[in-house]
């Protein structure tokens, strides 16, 4: 008899701080849920686990049920209403019957009423059936939680930031759940939480402890001693008690390996990778300079041609964590201090397209980008830039990415509209959308190679996409919901005492 794999996509990292609110067409990125067949089509070929999942299913001759596929940029908590939508149809497809569930969560989720919104879509999947074999994929970016564990069959998660290797991920937990379906494994999990809120900053491979802790989790794996090891930095930016650096590991059990052993090795894996983070936290902390010394030294750098433009990245206001992405704090600088040939991208502000929209291609355009939201968790009102120039182009926003993150997917800016001041072309949108990829410039007609500047509203994703072109790269301390300096944030719920907030 053919095999049913239910496989699903609810995704959400969850800014608590964020005055972004996330109602169900955010998931979809502004155009709602896929579903069924939909949502199989539209995440088919790339660089997804849900993708992963599907040629799993396909490789295993397994019939495909995906009930839904919904993922929304980083925001404010969804309703619990959102949260009830989001899972009815995953609900419907278990109930309907099947022999496993692929799942491809965020690990960051908060919805009303619920800290920890993976660990309750595993625990209702687990009361439906309770002895049904359940594969997670989660971002490098979890909270873990004693419940998403305790609810999964398998565990994994990305190994990279940027995340390139999502797909890869989603492989390596559906496969060990499918050749535990063929009795050829037994997996069995260890994890543990360290009281540790690492800046994202400083989450990437090659910036501090990570890098090492991912080389030993890769050599335990290649080695056989475990199935999967899976470092998770955490997302600081969610009040939650789950909130911190984790760790999960997977062993098999089968074969001449008894369940005390293969357990065993697994917690010596797991403990060996926190105890590196732990040694080393002091390396997780970020020390921001100044912003008109970071645009100043931009400035310098690019005083003579470079080979490729210099990157500054307004990381204090990205989308990508919960950011309004209307900040015009460095963009102002980038202007005050005279910065020539740049581009910037993107800007969300509708009213402002709806204006340059209306003036149309050509004309010229007086108006306040930007500055359009306020944000009380972080007591920072919203102050627009006044700002003259031309529109330089419109377009439609409807793009698709060319990779290395999320390569073939289609993504949606709104209308989007360039402003060219002389000095600067701004890339105005009415979506939130983080510029991971260059297709943000080309699709509207800028060439990003070419410049000598471009202010990016990202922190780490724009690495996929834009390092390889760059010439240098200057970090820039602008104002936002996602700041780096966690001391900023009046946090309620997390588990005290944490370093670096509490001496420790």
């Not at 070929?45 to 993708?51: D, E, I, L, R």
């Not at 290395?404 to 939130?432: C, F, N, W």
């Amino acid at each position: 008899m053919t095999k049913r794999f239910v496989i699903a996509l609810i995704k959400h990292e969850t800014n608590t701080f964020s005055p972004i609110a996330t109602p169900l067409l955010a998931f979809g990125h502004g155009n709602g849920p896929y579903y069924g067949g939909e949502a199989g089509a539209a995440f088919a070929g790339s660089n997804t686990p849900f993708a992963a999942f599907l040629d799993i299913a396909r490789r295993e001759g397994a019939e495909a049920i995906t009930p839904i596929a919904a993922e929304s940029w980083p925001s404010n908590m969804a309703t619990r209403a959102t949260f009830e939508a989001l899972l009815q149809p995953l609900e419907a497809a278990v109930r309907a019957g099947c022999d496993a569930c692929f799942l491809d969560l965020h690990g960051a989720m908060v919805v009303e009423g619920c800290d920890d919104a993976e660990g309750e879509i595993l625990r209702r999947v687990r009361r439906i059936r309770p002895e049904l074999p359940i594969a997670v994929a989660l971002d490098y970016h979890t909270n873990l939680s004693a419940d998403i564990v305790a609810n999964a069959t398998v565990i994994t998660g990305y190994k990279t930031y940027p995340h390139v290797d999502m797909y890869d991920a989603g492989l390596l937990a559906g496969d060990i759940l499918a050749r535990s379906l063929r009795d050829q494994v037994l997996p069995v999990m260890a994890w543990g939480w360290l009281p540790l809120v690492a800046s994202v900053m400083r989450h990437a491979p090659e910036d501090g402890p990570s890098g090492d802790i991912l080389a030993y989790a890769r050599a335990m794996e290649k080695s056989g001693r475990v199935l999967a090891a899976t470092l998770l930095p955490g997302f600081p930016h969610a009040d939650t008690p789950y909130t911190g650096v984790s760790a999960v590991v997977v062993a098999d059990a089968g074969a001449d390996v008894d369940v005390d052993g293969a357990k065993a090795a697994a917690q010596e894996v797991c403990e060996r990778m926190l105890a590196i983070a732990w040694e080393r936290r002091a390396e997780y902390v970020f020390h921001q300079q100044p912003l008109e010394q970071s645009v100043a030294r931009a400035r310098a750098l690019g005083a003579s041609r470079q080979n490729g433009p210099i990157l500054l990245i307004d990381h204090c206001d990205n989308c990508g964590s919960g950011g309004a992405q209307d900040v015009m704090l460095v963009a102002e600088e980038i202007l005050r201090q005279e910065l020539d040939d740049v581009a910037i991208a993107p800007i969300r502000d509708p009213q402002a397209v709806a204006q340059m929209v209306e003036a149309g291609i050509g004309n010229n355009v007086n108006l306040e980008l930007g500055g359009k939201t306020d944000m009380p968790a972080i007591g920072l009102a919203g102050r627009p830039l006044q700002l003259a120039g031309r529109v330089r182009n419109i377009t439609d926003g409807e793009i698709v990415f060319t990779g290395p993150m999320y390569t073939g997917l289609k993504s949606h800016l709104g209308r989007t509209a360039v402003l060219d001041t002389g000095r600067a072309q701004i890339v105005v949108t009415e979506r939130h959308h983080e510029p991971f990829d260059l297709v943000i410039f080309r699709h509207c007609g800028i060439e990003p190679t070419k410049k000598r500047f471009i202010m990016l509203k990202s922190r780490i994703h724009y690495r996929a996409g834009f390092k390889p072109i760059a010439a240098h790269i200057v970090e820039c301390a602008g104002a936002g919901v996602t700041n780096a300096d966690l001391s900023g944030y009046r946090y309620r719920k997390l588990t005290r005492p944490i370093y670096p907030l509490d001496a420790m």
